[in-house]
């Protein structure tokens, strides 16, 4: 399947109003994938196992393969003649609208796959229900992605309760690693403006009925990982709006570095 020319009649249906709230939607959902895919990216060559550094390689490429369908169906959304390259790598730090959790640093191992689990169930769960949505091109890219999210959150919920559950010194760091990231994962399910207007119009899920599921997954895996969850933890949020921390700059500048030092530049 293109996904990048199926939805094209029916784009042109659109009123500019919702074409603006989709694109808004995707670039969204884009910036995430390709923020964090670039974070896993950052462990080849470094994971403490070759098995496991492979897998998180595989897990960035899944990544990078869904960023590259949703920013060809926004720059379509757009219609302003921008690739997804435009998208990807000329565009500010304050324009990416990725939750603060995917932009933090990778940290030891135990960071990481804790930061990825609490990413994956809300993407799973998202990603299930948009295959849903009565956009065919946000359908699509969703049932695509689908099966490669249900491995990353198999993948993320054993390390939790292998790391949890094993050692003095593992159970340790992956505790230590929920204590510092609970605090992102309530933007995760904080709706933006555009969201709920989406919402509201049932193009994607009110997040209200993904959180449920998302606190189920997470309660089970911890209690087999005999982990304490952080109780009454201020919740971070911005990023879905544009007020990032400073990583993301950090970030940016290593990702986009080749594209802004040389334009247009195709290998």
């Known amino acids: 399947m293109d996904l990048h020319h ?6 042109q249906t659109y009123s500019p109003e919702l074409r603006a709230l989709l694109f808004g939607y995707t670039l969204q959902l884009a910036d995430t994938s390709l923020i964090l895919g670039h974070r896993l990216s950052e462990w080849c060559g470094h994971g403490p196992i070759l098995e496991q550094d492979l897998a998180m390689a595989n897990i960035a490429l899944d990544l990078i393969g869904e960023t590259r369908s949703l920013y060809q169906y926004a720059a379509e959304l757009e219609g302003k003649g921008h690739s997804e390259d435009d998208l990807a790598y000329l565009r500010e730090a304050v ?10 640093p990778n940290g030891d191992f135990g960071d990481t796959v804790m930061r990825q689990f609490l990413f994956d169930g809300f993407h799973l769960f998202l990603l299930k229900e948009l295959q849903n949505s009565p956009d065919p091109g946000l359908a699509a890219i969703a049932a695509k992605s689908f099966k490669e999210a249900s491995y990353h959150l198999k993948w993320s919920s054993e390390w939790i309760i292998r790391l949890g559950d094993g050692t003095e010194e593992s159970k340790r760091r992956i505790q230590k690693a929920l204590a510092n990231l609970w605090r992102y994962s309530g933007e995760l399910y904080t709706m933006t403006q555009t969201e709920q207007q989406l919402a509201q119009s ?4 009110d997040y209200a009925t993904l959180q449920p599921q998302w ?10 990982a005999t982990l304490e969850v952080p109780q009454n933890v201020f919740m971070q949020q911005g990023g879905k709006t544009g007020r990032h921390t400073e990583h993301l700059g950090y970030l940016l500048t290593e990702l986009q ?3 802004r030092a040389y334009p247009g530049l195709e290998w």
């Open 6 to 11: 199926t939805p094209t009649a029916a784009v």
């Open 202 to 205: 049932e193009f994607i899920p």
């Open 257 to 259: 570095y080749l594209q």
């Open 215 to 224: 606190d189920a997954h997470v309660a089970r895996v911890f209690a087999e």
């Open 95 to 104: 324009d990416y609208k990725n939750p603060l959790l995917v932009e933090l």
